[in-house]
């Protein structure tokens, strides 16, 4: 089974392992915004789709997905959860993973380009030197009072962290978090050194002091 | 000539495009941070690579990354210019796009995937229903007095945005971001369908009206 990120669209747009992953797939189960180039390709590779998505008027439920994951994986089946963009950047991957561990089907998840990279594809920056160094990602139906404290909700990530664990703790606590929140250093990316170190935001300094590589930090109460 | 994310540090992690791009390619330009595996593999491919990364103790300029890729190009090289992760997002695509489009050299941008999306890689959601539904990208060496215009200083990725112009308006302005603050409207992705509309933070909700996809929207001075 394989939850793989499809990116925004267009079939060219699929990482090298997404396409690996569909070549080997006998079913593929697909959000409603999965890009229509790509669905034809994968008809042309003769998979059978499974459109799962919840759009508006549909009542397909998020346990229906779930049971047919599982079903079919139980069935001996190779799976692909097709999910636009990231699978994990407002899309439920979280949750759809649990599941599959709970239910101990082996599964792997394989990243794609999330809609928040989609200026790039139109030459906008979303950061540009000396004019706004951070980006503030939100859905169009956030309330007007959760602006207030939007930065203490957030999930923070933390680019370019190594050197500045104990700036990167002020600055957070700062903004609002509390110092047992908890936190996650990945170091190396996704390459074959990469790692986690989960902890808490108060103790980001200390843990860093192992970490040599390239790193980000992530902190906010998304991640527990 | 084409500017390409490598993602975040896998092979199989590049997109098809950037590969069909690399193929091609007489010449890579690259940062230092682009993983060894994939380096690796462009020399099996028998590719001449340049290192142009700004690491520590380095010297090179910007303006000598511009100079390099100008004269390749006017060489008649195909030149690929990889940058690790997303050329847009703390990527600096922006300047190098805008001394090609300077020197009417023709290139073309290919996304990646942006370390932001590195955590999906372990598992980790960036957002989880109920929990947290926004995400605050920041670099390690944010100032502290920093966090106090955070939200005011920061470029606003609006998702799912279409259905809610007058909300993301009022919620922005409220974030505090002037009227007259630069937006754009993205509808359809990166699709064939896909375009963009520039305005206004106060025209976002007129400007609307003409849209019917997937949409989402992009506020603040990094796009100007």
Known sequence: ??????????FELLTIKALKALIEADVVLHDSLIGEEILEKLREMGKELVNVGKRKGSK?????????????????KIVVRLKSGDPFVYGRGYEEVKVLRENGIEYEVVPGISSITIPSF???????SGVSKSIVVIPGNIKEEEVEVLLKNSTFVVLMARDYAENVKKVLTKAGKPEDCPAVIIENGTTKKGRTIFC?????????KEVK???????GEAIR
């Open 213 to 219: 590589g390239v790193t980000m930090v992530v902190v």
């Open 60 to 76: 397909r439920r998020q346990e229906e997905i779930n049971e047919l994951m599982v079903r079919l994986a139980k069935e001996g």
């Open 1 to 10: 089974m394989y939850i793989v990120g499809a990116g925004p669209g267009n």
């Open 122 to 128: 139109y030459e906008i920056p979303l950061t540009r």
């Open 200 to 208: 808490k935001l108060k103790e980001l300094p200390e843990k860093m």
